[in-house]
């Protein structure tokens, strides 16, 4: 009889708390699809420029999986750099010379084993490979650790951030402080700069604990990878902070992982879209953590200025902005200022 009792009570409350019915069902939906969509998508053509390449040799390179295009050297090396093509394939002094752009190590792999097996007979017609990025020693985990570095970062300070500032809710601190003359806009905003001390020193011990002790590939500088974690914090604070003003209780806050963070998973770069259909792509790029990953790996694996990233660093800040106007507004239900 008592175990019936408990039974009846744990399922009212599911029957009261319908978003969570409802999340245990579409939420592990939601997921599948988007591995199914992810992970079945076509791979993509490899494009490679040829650089007085003789025509002979280039027949000789019949693989689907590759696209051959005749460019000038200066045409090649402009597009290697901007990641148009993945190599350039040139022919000096009688044998071929490969250079791969080097940042992803699956895409360069891939290449080297297909023009290995194209050039298989004569051995004196090896490829002989350079990098402009990366190196020959590149694994998957230089490659993606950009990636895992602003992911932790983003993840956990939107949970921390968005619990804690339910709990001022939840405990009655933020209607006591709505109580005073302290407007919405300064309350936001001390909010966001009391945790933002915290997510400095949060940035630099993750990222430097994976440059450092990990010793992940990186080649450009320290102080623009903390400078991009920082703003990606600054994002995922804003957010769990909004989200949280939609929330009732912690466990509420919890179930926007799957909407919120599932979803930059697989959109951010550490599973490859490029095959996917634009109507998926465009989904990553209303994502923050997309343009930090882009930032991130820009700058450790080729190295990049801040000059070269500052559109995804103008985004993420619009992001911050967009986040915490809205924030701001979704106050009103507490006080009107």
Do not use: C
Not at 221 to 239: C, P
């Amino acid at each position: 009889m008592n175990t019936w009792t408990v039974m009846s009570r744990i399922l009212s409350q599911f029957r009261r708390d319908k978003r969570s019915m409802a999340l245990m069902i579409m939420a592990p939906i939601l997921v599948l699809t988007l591995m199914w969509l992810v992970l079945n998508g076509k791979q993509e053509k490899f494009h490679i420029a040829a650089v007085n390449v003789p025509d002979s040799i280039v027949e000789q390179i019949n693989n689907d999986d590759l696209v051959l295009t005749r460019m000038s050297k200066k045409d090649a090396e402009k597009s290697l750099s901007n990641q148009s093509i993945e190599a350039v394939f040139e022919w000096k002094k009688e044998r071929p010379v490969i250079t791969v752009e080097g940042s992803d190590p699956n895409t360069t792999s891939s290449i080297q084993k297909i023009l290995q097996q194209s050039f298989s007979e004569p051995d004196h017609l090896q490829p002989d490979f350079k990098f402009l990025h990366g190196a020959a020693d590149l694994d998957l985990f230089d490659y993606i650790g950009p990636v895992l570095i602003g992911f932790f970062v983003f993840f956990f300070v939107f949970i921390v951030g968005g619990v804690s500032f339910l709990r001022e809710r939840t405990q009655g601190t933020l209607e006591r402080i709505l109580s005073t003359p302290l407007k919405r806009w300064e309350l936001v905003l001390g909010y966001l700069s009391g945790f933002g001390l915290f997510t400095i020193f949060q940035s630099i011990l993750i990222a430097a604990y994976t440059i450092f002790v990990l010793d992940v590939f990186m080649d450009g500088n320290f102080f623009y990878v903390l400078l991009v974690t920082f703003l990606l914090a600054l994002s995922a604070l804003s957010l769990g902070t909004l989200l949280s003003a939609f929330a009732k209780n912690e466990f509420q806050m919890i179930q926007f992982i799957p909407l919120v963070i599932v979803p930059q998973v697989f959109f951010s770069g550490l599973f490859p879209i490029e095959g996917l259909s634009q109507w998926l792509q465009a989904i990553g790029r209303i994502m923050p953590l997309t343009y930090g990953a882009d930032a991130m790996r820009a700058i450790m694996l080729r190295g990049e200025s801040l000059q070269d990233i500052q559109l995804n660093l103008y985004i993420l800040l619009g992001f911050i902005l967009l986040f915490t106007t809205l924030n701001i507004t979704a106050l009103k239900r507490y006080r009107r200022l």
